[in-house]
């Protein structure tokens, strides 16, 4: 009898000590008691929601003038090539194929006092530049290197590849295609001074190499490299012509 007394206050003790126990940690951590008691609603841990990596991205503006993807191309196209203001030829001693050049005859926020943007309004054709065989700028040309000039002349440039910022769907001859073509290939490739007998500043001229552009473009092996005096055009600008030629080259 005894024996079995303490058996049972050695169990009673063992359970006190268990339940001292848990209600220790309990003290410590509500959420063991939580768990172990099964007579309360589990606490409900709220679902962590992912969160997707920020993407920044260098959107270009409306109205700001880009030296990097305009003014660049379009003095290289018109200004800077073989037999005048290159590297090597170095016409009157002027050379045009970078911006600390360019720079040189540019005063910045005063296309009045800049040398460069003086050349392009000269009522002179002798004075004038680009000069003859290879066509003056346009008034949109023109417009567009003295705004560039009034915004500070900077050496700025911006992200034109980001899908966000390139559409090419229904792409237009006279939106889209003709500006970047004005840019960058009509120095060389105009009605006057056509080089290899292109003329982009028409829709006839430009449906005819329309099949050649993209490889020409992206610099493709089996094609001539186009724009050959400079680097490729922005991605954005490949994909909106390839995007034309591909929607069937219309004269949209």
Not at 220 to 225: D, E, K, R
């Amino acid at each position: 009898m005894k024996t079995t007394l303490k058996g049972l206050s050695f169990l009673m003790l063992v359970l006190v000590s268990i339940w001292s126990c848990e209600h220790e940690v309990a003290k410590v951590n509500p959420m063991y008691a939580a768990i172990r008691d099964t007579t309360t609603t589990p606490p409900v841990v709220p679902p962590v929601t992912p969160v997707d990596p920020v993407t920044v991205v260098n959107a270009c503006s409306v109205d700001t003038v880009y030296f990097a993807s305009q003014l660049y191309p379009l003095i290289l196209s018109s200004c800077a090539m073989a037999k005048c203001h290159d590297n090597i030829t170095k016409a009157e001693g002027v050379v045009l194929t970078d911006y600390a050049n360019i720079m040189r005859y540019v005063s910045a926020g005063s296309p009045t006092n800049s040398k460069l943007y003086k050349s392009l309004i000269d009522s002179d054709p002798g004075n004038r530049m680009p000069r003859l065989p290879v066509a003056p700028f346009s008034q949109t040309q023109i417009d567009l290197v003295a705004k560039w000039i009034r915004q500070g002349a900077k050496n700025n440039s911006c992200n034109t590849s980001s899908v966000t910022n390139c559409d090419t769907l229904k792409m237009s001859f006279v939106t889209n295609v003709s500006p970047i073509l004005q840019i960058s290939c009509t120095g060389c490739h105009n009605a006057t001074s056509p080089s290899g007998n292109i003329n982009l500043t028409t829709y006839a001229g430009t449906k005819v190499i329309a099949s050649r552009l993209s490889g020409s473009l992206n610099h493709l092996a089996g094609y001539i490299a186009m724009p050959s005096s400079t680097v490729k055009l922005s991605a954005c600008d490949i994909n909106k012509i390839s995007a034309w030629v591909n929607q069937g080259a219309l004269n949209n």
